[in-house]
């Protein structure tokens, strides 16, 4: 089922799928949209799968507010009274599920972090590559942006799927400059984290964002870590089944209370 969920005067696109288990809640990427969960969403068959755009993204209209990922995501978990889930968030998706588990640990089942970005993690600081961002995104550039994402998070091939998946992000990423808040720290407290979790990550990913899994899956007590073959920062597109097996194995047979 289609929804549109609000979140303060704006709205997200939301797809809210019925089935049994713990509700699993897909969380995209910044370089793509929630598209990019098309092939692992069969797997799930029979589960209650929950999957949205972020602001700006995908279908999602534009923020005309200030939001946080973690604030929405609280909105639309309250909205569709999900009360404890398993998180699935890849890379921007990623930090948003941490986030949360950090902030309601009793509502959260498990984690899948797919390439996850950690708000807090102390990352070099990348001025050629954000000094290009910054020339493409002034002038709007959204060919150049696309193909500076492709780039930098797309090793594995610049297919169809790949490309639909940056066209589909770059104009969210203008709203979040304007409005969009950041999220509280939490690479310092990932050893608070008590949920079975597992990270995964690809071995055509960027060296820093490979850097930033490993260093995740070492803090939080009990992670398993897992090495992608092949696979870039769209873990979900370049391998469905490893992902889609992985969410199954830890939502288990779980019923949601």
């Known amino acids: 089922m289609e929804l549109r969920i609000s979140v303060g005067q704006d709205e997200l696109w939301a797809e809210h799928l019925a089935g049994g288990g713990v509700p699993i809640v897909l969380l995209h990427p910044g370089i793509g949209d929630s598209r990019v969960w098309d092939l692992v969403l069969p797997g799930l068959s029979g589960r209650r799968v929950l999957r949205y755009d972020v602001r700006g993204f995908g279908r999602s209209p534009q923020p005309t507010t200030e939001f946080s990922l973690l604030k929405d995501l609280e909105t639309t978990l309250d909205q569709l009274d999900l009360q404890r889930v398993l998180l699935v968030g890849c890379s921007m998706g990623g930090g948003t599920a941490l986030s949360f588990t950090l902030a309601h640990p009793d509502r959260v089942h498990g984690l899948v972090l797919l390439c996850p970005g950690v708000p807090g993690f102390p990352r070099p600081e990348e001025a050629e590559l954000d000094a290009e961002y910054d020339v ?89 870590f897992i090495w992608m073959s092949g696979v870039d920062h769209l873990p979900s597109l370049r391998d469905p089944k490893l992902v889609t097996d992985t969410i199954l194995r830890l939502a288990g047979d779980y019923e949601a209370g």
């Open 136 to 224: 493409l995104a002034a002038k709007r550039d959204i060919e150049g942006l696309v193909q500076l994402g492709l780039r930098d998070g797309a090793a594995a091939g610049a297919d169809d799927a790949a490309v639909a998946q940056l066209r589909a992000a770059v104009p969210g990423w203008f709203g979040q400059e304007e409005y969009q808040q950041p999220d509280p720290p939490v690479y310092d407290r990932l050893q608070e984290i008590q949920v079975p979790s597992v990270v995964m990550v690809g071995d055509k990913d960027r060296p820093i964002l490979a850097a930033v899994a490993g260093a995740t899956a070492a803090r939080i007590p009990g992670c398993e």
